[in-house]
T-cell receptor, first 113, second 112 residues
Framework: GDSVTQMEGPVTLSEEAFLTINCTYTATGYPSLFWYVQYPGEGLQLLLKATKADDKGSNKGFEATYRKETTSFHLEKGSVQVSDSAVYFCALSLRSGNTPLVFGKGTRLSVIA | DVKVTQSSRYLVKRTGEKVFLECVQDMDHENMFWYRQDPGLGLRLIYFSYDVKMKEKGDIPEGYSVSREKKERFSLILESASTNQTSMYLC???????????FGPGTRLTVL
């Protein structure tokens, strides 16, 4: 079945460090891909998305490129801040039919000053 | 602006009680979802609804039921709460099933 695999956390970085959170997927069709972020005590919110191969989603300094050849959608940020501390979820959707989003298990990021 | 609200942020109930968790969205979305979130397990889909009075089971429907009498409101019901239902419950809505989902702030339920 369709699935998303994220790197296990927690990830701890110093402020201004480079961030990569790996995400790979398995899907029968051509999915749309998403990154959601959950700040402490809150629900999930959409961070960025990409709907086709080679698309790059970006928001708040975060980027992710839809790589069909490696079935990946890795999240990157050049210089993290303490305020980026959160749980990050990768997700996919098949864009048709009645199948809801499939989420990865989440990666907790802690950024220390 | 998109808004999904949940009736309580924190809830404490006793084993065996009937529990109602309410979710309201103001975006005229057709689809609504209930998840539970547990450490190490990520998000797990309990039920979703693609229209008023329609529902579909998710991955872990056992012990739960849902109700959708109006488009904007989706309720999760624990018929007889048990301690293993202590969790964070998240509601979401979307325009279409595979589309971007918008989440509420969550209800942290503790069953004693």
């Amino acid at each position: 079945g369709d699935s998303v695999t994220q790197m296990e956390g927690p990830v701890t970085l110093s402020e201004e460090a480079f961030l990569t959170i790996n995400c790979t997927y398995t899907a029968t069709g051509y999915p749309s891909l998403f990154w959601y972020v959950q700040y402490p005590g809150e629900g999930l919110q959409l961070l960025l998305k990409a709907t086709k191969a080679d698309d790059k989603g970006s928001n708040k300094g975060f980027e992710a490129t839809y790589r069909k050849e490696t079935t990946s959608f890795h999240l990157e940020k050049g210089s993290v801040q303490v305020s980026d501390s959160a749980v990050y979820f990768c997700a996919l959707s098949l864009r048709s039919g009645n199948t809801p989003l499939v989420f990865g298990k989440g990666t907790r990021l802690s950024v220390i000053a | 602006d998109v808004k999904v609200t949940q009736s309580s942020r924190y809830l404490v109930k006793r084993t065996g009680e009937k529990v109602f968790l309410e979710c309201v969205q103001d975006m005229d979305h057709e689809n609504m979802f209930w998840y539970r979130q547990d450490p190490g397990l990520g998000l797990r889909l309990i039920y979703f609804s693609y229209d008023v009075k329609m529902k579909e089971k998710g991955d872990i429907p056992e012990g739960y039921s849902v109700s959708r009498e109006k488009k904007e409101r989706f309720s999760l019901i624990l018929e007889s709460a048990s301690t293993n239902q202590t969790s964070m419950y998240l509601c979401a809505s979307s325009l279409s099933i595979p589309d971007t989902q918008y989440f509420g702030p969550g209800t942290r339920l503790t069953v004693l």
